[in-house]
């Protein structure tokens, strides 16, 4: 049990917000009017298409494609960058991060590459994840909720996003001249192979991630997707099923619920009613300091007429605290592992270019607002 607290914390805190506020609003039929079974089913759907394109090789393959045409150190790092950034718009910033966090540190570990040089380029791929993801529908999980509660049309997300998107790639791009010029070091190519990856099982679920993003913007119903997926897990990929998160979706039922008893709390509702009229990216923002912007999303989308505070709110509020996105955490989690870890360092870093590149994206959306 203690294990299992431990492994799932986020889980065990939405449980115990959820049953804590059960006692201002009784459980009822509103409890299951709250949960959203469309974003549910998409992110199962989105978690299916992500573990079956790791299994597939894809991301195995891009690693060994980077290796071999890596000159130098700081051109892998770029290239790394780049790679994580554009696929966290596809397959979630966790997923990203999951895949590159990991191969980055082993690649510079056995480089022997300096651990302040790690350090920068973990934090800036975790912010690179963060960042992409927010540029569309299916890249996080609050972007997929707020598409769903508000019912976002393609062409409204996409002109409330891009600038920021583009905006963060330059400013991520800024990022790596300043503190990644000075390594040239050669990258030994030799030592990696490049995996076959499964061509037919890689453009199923390709073909399930278009299917996606055409139920996300609901040009088909989101049944259609569930319903032929599932039925193609059970058919033939069965070992998926046992590798989708099933927790984290626990963890929005929690959330759910817990934001549906809050919102029937007369004060709280007063306290958050007000400003999120005025200022919806501010509080946003600020609120996803404290729970992360996921939980967020659920709690403040009800108290905004339109989606697009929430919407940038949430995203770049994914900077800032390690848990103000719930994949800076994983490459937290990723990078402690290790027995040679600067964890004060890492810290120290993460804060710094994590609070800069937040208050640049707040100040820009407070000129354009």
């Not at 299994?55 to 790679?83: E, H, P």
Request: hydrophobic share 55%; net charge positive; with cysteine.
């Amino acid at each position: 049990m203690l294990r299992f607290i431990k492994r799932e914390a986020v889980f065990t805190i939405a449980l115990i917000a959820a049953l804590i506020s059960s006692f201002f609003n009784p459980p009822s039929i509103s409890w299951l009017e709250a949960i959203d079974f469309r974003t549910l089913a998409l992110l199962f759907s989105l978690m299916g298409i992500s573990e079956g394109l790791k299994t597939s090789g894809l991301f195995d393959a891009a690693a060994g494609v980077m290796m071999k045409r890596a000159g130098n150190i700081r051109l892998l790092s770029l290239m790394l960058l780049l790679i994580v950034f554009i696929s966290s718009m596809f397959f979630t910033n966790d997923v990203a991060l999951l895949m590159f966090v990991p191969f980055t540190i082993m690649i510079l570990d056995k480089e022997n590459i300096e651990e302040d040089y790690m350090i920068r380029l973990v934090v800036l791929e975790t912010i690179a994840a963060n960042l992409g993801s927010m540029t569309t529908p299916v890249g996080n999980p609050q972007n997929l909720y707020i598409c769903s509660f508000f019912n976002v049309g393609a062409g409204a997300f996409f002109r409330t996003i891009l600038p920021y998107s583009l905006l963060s790639a330059v400013l991520i791009a800024i990022c790596f001249v300043l503190f990644f010029s000075s390594s040239r070091k050669k990258v030994e190519t030799e030592e990696r192979e490049i995996r076959q990856v499964d061509k037919p099982r890689t453009f199923i679920y390709l073909g399930f991630l278009l299917i996606a993003l055409l139920a996300v913007f609901r040009v088909i119903g989101w049944p259609y997707l569930f319903i032929l997926e599932l039925a193609f897990l059970l058919i033939a990929d069965r070992n998926i099923l046992k590798r989708i998160d099933y927790v984290l979706l626990l963890t929005f039922v929690c959330f759910f619920i817990f934001s549906e008893n809050i919102r029937n709390i007369e004060a709280v509702r007063r306290i958050i009613e007000m400003p999120m009229q005025t200022h919806p990216v501010a509080v946003s923002a600020s609120i996803s300091q404290v729970i992360s912007n996921v939980p967020a999303a659920i709690l403040l989308s009800p108290f905004s007429e339109s989606f697009e505070g929430v919407l940038i709110g949430t995203d770049i509020g994914g900077l800032g605290t390690p848990v103000a996105s719930l994949a800076s955490l994983i490459s937290l989690k990723i990078y402690f592992s290790r027995k040679q870890s600067r964890k004060g360092r890492y810290m120290v870093v993460f804060s710094i270019m994590n609070f800069a590149l937040l208050f640049l994206l707040a100040l820009f959306a407070s000129l354009i607002s």
